[in-house]
Every structure is written in C-alpha cells, then in structure tokens.
C-alpha cells in the first residue's frame, strides 16, 4: 500500500510555470506506476501524465499538455513530479497524483489507480 501527497500548487498567471510534486509512503514506491490526473470545477477527472514504474523509462501525455508537461520520478526521494510550462487558464484544476501496482505500460484509464492523493490545487489567470 502506498499514501500520496500533493504539494506546489498555487496562483500563476498564464505563460508561467509551476512544479508540482507528489510525495510517496512506502519502501516500493519503485515498482508503481504513476499518473497526474486533474479536475477542473463540474467537470470529469482527466488523465494528464503517466510514467511507468522502476525506471520511468516510458512517459504518456494528454494532448492537451503534450510538449508543456513533463512527469519525472526519482525512486531514491519516492517523489514524482510534474513540470508544467507556459499554462494556460483551461489547466486551471485540481491536481491529483495517483499510483498503481499493476500496470506495465503508462496509462490513462482512471480505474487502473488504486490510490490517490487529495489533490493540489493550480489556478492560471489570464
């Protein structure tokens, strides 16, 4: 089992950058994969970024943040990150991390997570 917590969230405006980071419990965080999901207000939770587990070898991107998002990990700290440049108000959500033991290639189906953080909220102003 593994416990998620969000930090770095916060107010940018649009054109600047934030980093959010995820911070992971637990002596196997190598061995899940990791996402960032976000939910904006009334609408789905939806799928950003996902890195496959032990080395992070293989990443996968939403369309919409592709080329503006990065997910990295570092297995040594249990932490995995998520760089995000040049926002825009749309990726004005709420930021979940979240964690899976099972998957062997990145995923962007929500139900393949067992675990979730309680999210880290980012807004972009324009």
């Known amino acids: 089992q593994v416990q998620l917590v969000e930090s770095g969230g916060g107010l940018v405006q649009a054109g600047g950058s934030l980093r959010l980071s995820c911070a992971a419990s637990?002596?196997?965080?190598?061995?899940?994969?990791m996402a960032w999901f976000r939910q904006a207000p009334g609408k789905e939770r939806d799928f950003v970024a996902a890195?496959?587990?032990?080395?992070?070898?293989?990443?996968y991107y939403a369309d919409s943040v592709k080329g503006r998002f990065t997910i990295s990990r570092d297995n040594a700290k249990n932490m995995v990150y998520l760089q995000m440049n040049s926002l825009k108000p749309e990726d004005t959500a709420v930021y979940y991390c979240?964690?899976?033991?099972?998957?062997?290639?990145?995923?962007?189906?929500?139900?393949?997570?067992?675990?979730w953080g309680q999210g880290t909220q980012v807004t972009v102003s324009s």
């Open positions: 890195i496959t587990k032990w080395s992070g070898s293989t990443t």
């Open positions: 637990g002596r196997t965080f190598s061995s899940y994969a």
């Open positions: 979240a964690a899976s033991a099972n998957l062997w290639s990145p995923s962007s189906v929500r139900r393949s997570y067992d675990y």
